[in-house]
T-cell receptor, first 114, second 116 residues
Framework: DAGVTQSPTHLIKTRGQQVTLRCSPKSGHDTVSWYQQALGQGPQFIFQYYEEEERQRGNFPDRFSGHQFPNYSSELNVNALLLGDSALYLC?????????????FGSGTRLTVV | AQSVSQHNHHVILSEAASLELGCNYSYGGTVNLFWYVQYPGQHLQLLLKYFSGDPLVKGIKGFEAEFIKSKFSFNLRKPSVQWSDTAEYFCAVNAPGSGNTGKLIFGQGTTLQVKP
């Protein structure tokens, strides 16, 4: 059990559509980060949410947006999907006040854009 | 900008062979270093991490890594691999001071296949 729950596990979307991915952090964690892992590549940082605000952002276009709710869960939204958005999307949670870089990753959502 | 390079993309070993996976990073300052493992169908799990102190770090499942600052390297080692070590291995860095929850920069990963 990863402790971090992501849904859905798989989905297929058509180019131009919009998608929402969801993440429930590990119990006790308050920070959520999102990563994109393309096939054969390492995860790339998209953004991070803490206290319901985007705190850090990687090199991703504005089509990628997110939200964090009061219960610390988070959503990743991608608009105007491109074929190149096909990837495994990973959510990682952690505790801001902890000093041990304790990231916990979920198993990811596999997005296929056709 | 920080980057991480893993030289071995695909490694095939027989059981009981020794393992060394290379990882180099580019960053001029102090870094925190990590190795993660992703078993087939499972989530990323932390193998070990280095923040400071003894440059030889021991992790779970018999893995260890050595931080060599002069070479900007953090190679992963295991004296004797098992079939169950078949997985993808990722090296990652982040900069201290970016917060406990600062972003991780990952290498592209090394696929390890251990033959029984």
């Amino acid at each position: 059990d990863a402790g971090v729950t992501q849904s859905p596990t798989h989905l297929i979307k058509t180019r131009g559509q919009q998608v929402t991915l969801r993440c429930s952090p590990k119990s006790g964690h308050d920070t959520v980060s999102w990563y994109q892992q393309a096939l054969g590549q390492g995860p790339q940082f998209i953004f991070q949410y803490y206290e319901e605000e985007e705190r850090q952002r990687g090199n991703f276009p504005d089509r990628f947006s997110g939200h964090q709710f009061p219960n610390y869960s988070s959503e990743l939204n991608v608009n105007a999907l491109l074929l190149g958005d096909s990837a495994l999307y990973l959510c990682a949670s952690s505790l801001e006040s902890a000093d041990n870089y304790g990231y916990t990753f979920g198993s990811g959502t596999r997005l296929t854009v056709v | 900008a920080q980057s991480v390079s893993q030289h071995n993309h695909h490694v095939i070993l027989s059981e009981a062979a020794s393992l060394e996976l290379g990882c180099n990073y580019s960053y001029g300052g102090t870094v925190n270093l990590f190795w993660y493992v992703q078993y087939p169908g499972q989530h990323l799990q932390l193998l070990l991490k280095y923040f400071s102190g003894d440059p030889l770090v021991k992790g779970i499942k018999g893995f260890e890594a050595e931080f060599i600052k002069s070479k900007f390297s953090f190679n992963l080692r295991k004296p004797s691999v098992q079939w169950s070590d078949t997985a993808e291995y990722f090296c990652a860095v982040n900069a201290p001071g970016s917060g406990n929850t600062g972003k991780l920069i990952f290498g592209q990963g090394t696929t390890l296949q251990v033959k029984p």
